[in-house]
């Protein structure tokens, strides 16, 4: 399985960026794909991640109305529309899916543990 992200850069608090992924590979259809994201200094968190299954989503608080996820399960991509970005929005994201069978609702999957595979990260600077 590979993953190739793509959209990052640079922009001013207010602005807005859009990233898209792309998985290949897969071969049975996945359970959970989306975005995470570490910022200098800190740990890799969950941003927005979507259900293979039932479309279901998860947003951190920080992101909540301003961030949005879409997917396409028959091309197997996923994007994250990114509005009134903040500089506390700049880290590396990493597009990342699972492809194994979980009990585990989105949320927890949206997690370092809980993904199978990643993109090589995308830098997006928002800068004030």
């Known amino acids: 399985v590979q993953l190739q992200a793509s959209g990052g850069g640079s922009v001013q608090a207010g602005g807005s960026l859009r990233l898209s992924c792309a998985a290949s590979?897969?071969?049975?259809?996945?359970?959970?794909i989306g975005w995470l994201r570490q910022a200098p200094g800190k740990e890799r968190e969950g941003v927005s991640c979507?259900?293979?299954?039932?479309?279901?989503?998860y947003y951190a608080e920080s992101v909540k109305g301003r961030f949005t996820i879409s997917r396409d399960n028959a091309k197997n991509t996923v994007s994250l529309q990114m509005n009134n970005l903040k500089p506390e929005d700049t880290a590396v994201y990493y597009c990342?899916?699972?492809?194994?069978?979980?009990?585990?609702?989105?949320?927890?999957?949206?997690?370092?543990?809980?993904?199978?595979?990643w993109g090589k990260g995308t830098l997006v600077t928002v800068s004030s």
């Open positions: 979507a259900s293979g299954i039932d479309g279901s989503t």
């Open positions: 990342a899916i699972r492809v194994r069978w979980s009990h585990l609702g989105v949320p927890d999957l949206c997690t370092v543990k809980g993904m199978h595979y």
């Open positions: 590979g897969i071969t049975s259809g996945y359970y959970a």
